[in-house]
């Protein structure tokens, strides 16, 4: 079984920055991708940022330059750095990673979320 959990969420003012943070436990042979997604007040889910294994990280357009994906030495956790923060940044966060376990399956897993909301 494999755990994602987001943190760092919160309430910002447009310019602002945050630092989200997904750690990834459990049953990991190999993380091949992660990925971040939001979910705005419109329902829909976007991708902001992907990674691939070996690869560069891909942003959406209205991100790049503002937001930046980092991961810690082991691997195991994921950073995304949100700077300049504006107000169609409001949203719930989600981390989700293509993994495989120690029993050879691979599987996509999600976190629960984290809400971020740019607000005066």
């Known amino acids: 079984q494999v755990q994602l959990m987001e943190s760092g969420g919160g309430l910002v003012q447009p310019g602002g920055s945050l630092r989200l943070s997904c750690a990834a436990s459990g049953s990991i042979a190999r993380i091949y991708a992660m990925g971040w997604y939001r979910q705005g007040p419109d329902n829909q889910r976007e991708l902001v940022a992907h990674t691939a294994r070996g690869a560069n990280t891909n942003y959406r357009d209205s991100v790049k330059g503002r937001f930046t994906v980092s991961r810690d030495n082991a691997g195991y956790t994921e950073y995304l750095q949100m700077n300049s923060l504006k107000h169609e940044d409001t949203a719930v966060y989600y981390c989700?990673?293509?993994?495989?376990?120690?029993?050879?399956?691979?599987?996509?897993?999600w976190g629960q979320g984290t809400q971020v909301t740019v607000s005066s």
């Open positions: 989700n990673a293509d993994v495989a376990d120690f029993s050879g399956g691979l599987g996509n897993y």
